[in-house]
């Protein structure tokens, strides 16, 4: 006589829990610590708000390439500790980088950004809409 197990789940159901496991891993992982964005749609312009806290102005790239804006940081920090009997360094590197297509409503010489309280505001103007002809034609 043979023992065999017997386990109360079928080993689908193994199977799909490791993918599931997996993919949200994944996606955690994938995102990392990418700052949340919040972009309003005003008359004048568009306002983009990057929550970043803890850097400085200068630790921002903003690259406009056409019509693709990229908002980039790299910091890096080192802090090291000598006492008599140990010495402790200590390693910190931070790094994101987000890209947003523009419309081409945009004006891109006017483009400002500033930084305060932690939230980087880009401010993006909108070319002012040309006179639009509507009428109506009638077949003679």
């Known amino acids: 006589m043979n023992l065999v197990r017997f386990h109360n789940r079928p080993r689908f159901s193994n199977f799909m829990e490791d993918i599931e496991k997996n993919i949200f891993n994944q ?3 994938a995102r990392g610590d990418v700052p949340a964005v919040n972009i309003l749609d005003n008359k004048d312009n568009y306002i983009m708000e990057l929550a970043a806290p803890g850097l400085k102005k200068g630790d921002f790239k903003i690259k406009l390439d ?12 080192e802090k090291e500790e000598q006492e008599e009997n140990y010495t402790r360094k200590e390693f910190v590197f931070s790094s994101f980088s987000r890209s947003f297509t523009l419309p081409k409503t945009i004006v891109f010489d006017k483009i400002k950004a500033d930084y305060k309280d932690g939230i980087l505001i880009v401010n993006l103007p909108k070319k002012e809409e040309e006179a639009k002809l509507t ?6």
Do not use: F, G, H, P
């Open 27 to 29: 996606m955690e992982e």
């Open 66 to 77: 056409n019509q693709l804006l990229t908002i980039s940081s790299e910091k890096k920090e």
């Open 135 to 140: 009428r109506e034609i009638k077949v003679a």
